[in-house]
């Protein structure tokens, strides 16, 4: 059994910061990548950032020079933190870990992030 959870998400003004955090537990052997995935109202799920257990990482163009993402491999923890929010960020955030061997995809359960003046 893994669990995915996350933490960290509000409403936030214009241009402000939120840092979200993500933790994972469970039978865990080891994880190779983790990441952040949004879905806004009406639109599919996309990617936000992912890295990988040696530390690269992945962004998507729309968030590239905004957010960074980090990871403490020896807690099984991820961060984002997304900086000069805009408010087409409003979006539920996912974390998405991959196990190492095995490459199952382990969710949690998602994180309201709502940027508005």
């Known amino acids: 059994q893994v669990r995915v959870v996350e933490s960290g998400g509000g409403l936030v003004q214009p241009g402000g910061s939120l840092r979200l955090s993500c933790a994972a537990s469970g039978n865990i052997v080891s994880i190779y990548l983790m990441g952040w995935y949004r879905q806004a109202p009406g639109k599919q799920r996309e990617l936000v950032a992912t890295i990988t257990s040696r530390g690269n990482t992945n962004y998507a163009d729309s968030v590239k020079g905004r957010f960074t993402i980090s990871r403490d491999n020896a807690k099984n923890t991820v961060s984002l933190q997304m900086n000069s929010l805009k408010p087409e960020d409003t979006a539920v955030y996912y974390c998405?870990?991959?196990?190492?061997?095995?490459?199952?995809?382990?969710w949690g359960q998602g994180t309201q992030v709502t940027v508005s003046s």
């Open positions: 998405i870990i991959t196990t190492a061997f095995s490459r199952n995809d382990y």
